[in-house]
């Protein structure tokens, strides 16, 4: 069923009206044929706006989550549904996964009715998984699917094979398509993704091979977390000392200080609109997925024995957020949680 095909409209006019205007003049008749039908799997804040920007660049999806409230979402647009991993994978030319952990990716490719569950002949020839997961993780899925064949040839691929690709930016980035993507895997692969993931996002790194892009991830976000922390304490002393929060941040803005922290994410409630601490911490990234980054962070660090004082304390940090019923508030909530407990301008 494409869009904009007899199909699509079949399904009712609500999806029909919602296909024509969202699509924005794109069509999939200029897409690459083996790159047509993409599944995607993981409906969460962030997939499910990257799954539909997917569909406004025009691209044949169909979805699967075990959140049937974010299947309906979708299905009641008139986008396929699938009951499982394994289906999607049988309607697909390439497979998206946009997952919360590793056990969640280890289940989805490998577990019963996986995307690897068709006896080692592949239909999709390309799987990308964008989730945060350690790179141990990305490489042996990687290696699993490198064992495989494809069912028939796609395109210029022989055989199938997969890209890490995580990203940056958050829920905001993914629904306005500017995402950052990280991407480890075959170099050809990534060539060959490229307009697929600008449909989702502006900038793209190549990192290297298998699993490259999943430690990068977890770089990126221990540095985010330590500086969360760093900015939140220095608000938190600033208070103390008397300083206003948002005279604090107009110099730290234009100062040495400066950080994504500051001046795009403040911890400070009312300080900027539209970011968490101005909506009681609720959205965005959670404390709970912070802790479990860093404890990714930390276990591979432990892997290549080196240490990360500063990681290890942002870890306790989280860790003991969610302990005290922070998990699902968004990860800037230290500020009020763990350094003030009351909120100022």
């Not at 494409?2 to 205007?21: E, I, N, P, Q, T």
């Not at 900015?231 to 950080?259: H, M, P, W, Y």
């Not at 019923?325 to 230290?334: M, N």
Request: glycine share 12%.
């Amino acid at each position: 069923m494409g869009l904009g095909g007899a199909g699509w409209r079949s399904v009712g006019s609500k999806a029909h009206r919602w296909g024509c205007l969202r699509l924005r003049g794109f069509s999939s008749a200029a897409l690459p044929p083996h790159m047509e039908s993409v599944g995607f799997i993981g409906l969460g804040n962030m997939g499910s706006h990257m799954a539909r920007n997917l569909i406004n660049a025009g691209y044949r999806v169909s979805v699967h989550d075990v959140n049937e409230n974010a299947m309906k979402k979708f299905s009641d647009d008139g986008i396929p549904t699938k009951r499982s991993p394994l289906e999607v994978s049988e309607s697909s030319d390439v497979v998206i996964t946009m997952l919360p952990s590793s056990a969640h990716v280890l289940d989805v490719y490998s577990g019963a009715n996986g995307l690897l569950g068709n006896g080692g002949r592949l239909g999709p020839w390309l799987y990308i998984d964008s989730s945060t997961v350690d790179p141990q993780t990305s490489r042996k899925i990687s290696m699993d699917i490198s064992r495989c064949r494809l069912k028939e040839k796609k395109g210029y691929a022989e055989k199938p094979m997969m890209l890490d690709a995580p990203v940056s930016g958050g829920v905001p980035a993914a629904e306005a398509g500017t995402l950052t993507f990280m991407v480890g895997g075959l170099e050809e692969a990534y060539v060959a993704a490229k307009p697929l993931l600008l449909a989702m996002g502006k900038k793209l790194i190549y990192c290297g091979g298998a699993g490259n892009g999943s430690a990068a991830k977890i770089c990126n976000n221990m540095a985010m977390a330590i500086s969360m922390l760093g900015v939140s304490e220095a608000f938190a002393l600033g208070q103390n000392l008397g300083i206003k929060a948002s005279t604090l941040t107009d110099i730290f803005n234009c100062s040495s200080a400066r950080c994504w922290s500051s001046d795009t994410y403040n911890p400070v409630p009312g300080v900027l609109e539209g970011v968490p601490s101005s909506r009681n911490y609720d959205g965005g990234f959670t404390s709970k997925l912070m802790a479990k980054d860093l404890d990714l962070a930390m276990a591979s660090a432990s892997g290549v024995g080196y240490k990360c004082p500063m990681g290890s304390g942002a870890l306790n940090i989280y860790q003991k957020l969610c302990e005290e019923g922070c998990d699902a508030k968004d990860f800037s909530c230290a500020f009020r949680h763990y350094y003030t407990g009351k909120d100022e301008k």
